[in-house]
């Protein structure tokens, strides 16, 4: 197929998604229907399936790569879907013809995709608009990983606060910050808390429910882990009534966007449970359906939480830190420990601090994403745009930007390394045997080896 000479005309957009891991994917497919002009997907009939954009999901081959349960669980459609290299990914995008490219990976890989489109789109005058952003909360890395991201048409901050970081990190090293356009986490929805359930449950109500979100990384030790859990256990049989719901992101042997060493799957096997705790997996928003309490340590959970009014708290226990994350949640009104909750205590969230947070518990979400709109309608009708010039180039960051590249099999300039892996089909049965042998071993290592050799170092 020859090149294309620039975005589609048609009436229905067409978008690209490149995805690491399944939460990223949620964000990065949700973010495109949501900013894209016209009519979204959520709002298109069911009938007319030109209603809503074209949505061609690439997901980037790798430790994260999404399983098929984890993607039936996000639940986002998309018109195709197909498992990539960063080569290939980018040969893509010279070939065939879109309007959108939503890039929704870690700030090297953003990086090194800038790079590469740049050089893929060398010379043409007309491009698709690129768009880039944060799955959730950011609260690490946050000039490292914004300087990542700059060189997109739209970098998103999910929120006013973020929007206002973004732009004097930008500012602040000398760097056009005119791509930060302010949104808010495209998951948020479902509707609003309307109060507690019965707590016996009587006459077919659901019984009060408290629901500990947990995380793959945060804590990472097996010590906090096992303390958590032991912590929510106990809190199941204080209260017999209620329904205590651990909801887990992945099951074992799955990876999402951080590794996930320590399963709570595998230490609850050796707890004592009531027959009132429960391990739950699905879409964060139906479990939320049923939720009378949301406890978590730092999960974005609590944001969606927070937009449908559930009473929602961050968890004190293990400190206020950067490492932990909560330390985003000083100035909410959420932060407690669970001997508070065991004692009835329910925080109230300061206003002033969810509206920042881009929760929009005002009835504002409706329009969060205009502005995004309006930007990409107003690049789509100019009759060019600009080559990308991301911060990083051989020239501002000789000894940084050759390695991130390098880690994605492209060149100083962009282009492929020689040996590069460009599959032109899909993998045959050896190849896919010697993969998921691969991906085996790495899990095995992450969840057993790693683990072992860290408690050997600590002796």
């Known amino acids: 197929m020859p090149p294309s000479t620039g975005p589609s005309t048609r009436n229905t957009p067409r978008i690209a ?16 229907d949501r900013i894209t002009p016209g009519p979204s997907m959520e709002t298109a009939s069911r009938d007319d399936a030109q209603a809503g954009p074209a949505l061609s999901g690439f997901l980037l081959r790798g430790r994260a790569t999404p399983t098929p349960r984890q993607l039936e669980e996000v639940g986002v459609r998309a018109d195709s879907l197909r498992e990539v290299t960063a080569v290939e990914f980018l040969r893509a995008m010279a070939e065939e013809e879109y309007d959108v490219v939503v890039i929704a990976l870690v700030g090297g890989g953003v990086q090194a995709m800038l790079h590469g489109l740049g050089r893929v ?24 990983g914004l300087l990542l991201r700059h060189g997109a048409d739209l970098v ?8 206002d970081r973004f732009t004097a990190v930008y500012e602040g090293v000398g760097a056009d910050a005119s791509s930060v356009t302010e949104v808010a986490l ?15 449950a009587k006459q077919g109500r659901r019984p009060y429910t408290v629901v500990f979100a947990a995380q793959p990384s945060v804590p990472d030790s097996r010590k906090d882990r096992t303390y958590l859990l032991e912590r929510l256990v106990r809190h199941a049989r204080m209260f017999p009534e209620r329904e205590v719901l651990l909801k887990l992101r992945s099951k074992p042997g799955e990876h999402t966007t951080h590794i996930e060493e320590l399963p709570y799957q595998k230490l609850a096997q050796r707890s004592d449970v009531p027959p009132n705790f429960r391990l739950v997996y699905g879409h964060m928003g139906e479990v939320l359906d049923r939720t009378d309490l949301l406890v ?39 932060l407690a420990s669970w001997d508070q909750l065991d004692a009835g205590h329910r925080p109230a969230p300061d206003e002033e601090w ?8 005002d009835g504002s979400y409706a329009t969060a994403f205009e502005a995004a709109r309006e930007r990409i309608a107003k690049l789509l009708a100019a009759p060019e745009l600009p080559p990308l010039t991301p ?28 040996g590069a892996p460009a599959a032109d089909k899909e993998p045959g049965p050896v190849r896919q045997i010697v993969r998921r042998a691969a991906r085996g071993a790495y899990r095995h290592g992450v969840q057993r080896v790693a683990p072992v050799i860290r408690r050997m170092g600590e002796l």
């Open 296 to 334: 978590t340590v730092s999960s974005t959970a609590a944001l969606e939480s927070l937009h449908r009014r559930i009473p929602t708290v961050v968890l004190t226990d293990l400190g206020v830190r950067e490492v932990l994350g909560n330390h985003h949640f000083v100035g909410s009104g959420c």
């Open 354 to 361: 969810v509206a920042r947070q881009g929760v929009a518990t």
């Open 156 to 163: 998103l901050a999910n929120s006013r606060q973020d929007a």
């Open 17 to 32: 998604v490149l995805a690491d891991s399944d939460t990223r994917w949620k964000w990065g497919a949700l973010t495109a």
């Open 186 to 200: 495209p998951f948020l929805g479902g509707a609003p808390y309307t109060g507690e359930h019965d707590s016996s």
């Open 391 to 418: 911060y990083y180039t051989p020239a501002t960051a000789p000894g940084y930007l050759p390695g991130i590249l390098a880690r994605h099999h492209l060149g100083p300039d962009g282009s492929p390394l020689p």
């Open 121 to 144: 789109w060398e010379g043409r005058q007309k491009r698709p608009v690129v768009v880039t952003g944060y799955v959730g909360v950011v609260y690490e890395k946050l000039a490292d």
